[in-house]
């Protein structure tokens, strides 16, 4: 499946896997919506198209789709330099490597079923404009997804990377366990 069949706007990671769950090649098969991120909200990514040079991109969160096919988990990062899709073993190890295992940059994880994301999921694009209400990077050209939750509240929710936190948060041994054959 070539990335282009696929809706995209740079910097808009959760609506592109809101619009990916929904995608008729993807239709039947088992999803999880990823959100990644951490309790400084600054996450180390590799092997992102929007690096520089050398140097990992480092998100507040991002949001990626896990999908069961063909006997194993594999990762669509729309953001991601990788294949597409790339099996979870791999998208770990370049993603994240060993050396972030353990840094305050470490990633951390929460999965939700597609349902629950595609069902839940809203955006009024507020978070991606500044005080004087400029955009900070140009928004998508499909309308807004207005549902009954508001960006806001569920991405405050599903953002929330504290100990506190009302949603379990998996570490990347934890999501490894969980989803990768022993």
């Known amino acids: 499946m070539a990335e282009r069949l696929y809706n995209y706007t740079k910097n808009y990671c959760e609506e592109n896997i809101w619009h990916l769950c929904q995608h008729p090649d993807l239709k039947s098969l088992k999803k999880k919506v990823l959100i990644i991120s951490n309790e400084t909200r600054n996450c180390s990514f590799w092997h992102q198209k929007s690096m520089l040079e050398t140097d990992p991109v480092c998100w507040d ?107 379990k948060i998996i570490s990347m041994e934890e999501l490894k366990t969980t989803f990768l054959p022993v």
Do not use: C
């Open 61 to 167: 969160y991002h949001v990626v789709l896990l999908v069961f096919d063909q006997g194993m988990w594999s990762i669509y990062d729309l953001d991601s330099s990788l294949e597409l899709p790339v099996p979870l073993d791999s998208y770990l190890n370049l993603t994240f490597g060993p050396a972030n295992e353990n840094s305050e940059n470490a990633p951390y994880f929460k999965s939700f079923s597609s349902a629950f994301f595609t069902n839940a999921f809203s955006s009024d694009r507020s978070h991606m404009k500044d005080e004087a209400g400029n955009w900070i990077f140009s928004p998508p050209s499909w309308p807004k997804i207005e549902q009954e939750h508001s960006l806001g509240l569920f991405m405050k929710e599903i953002t929330d990377f504290s100990l506190s936190s009302p949603q």
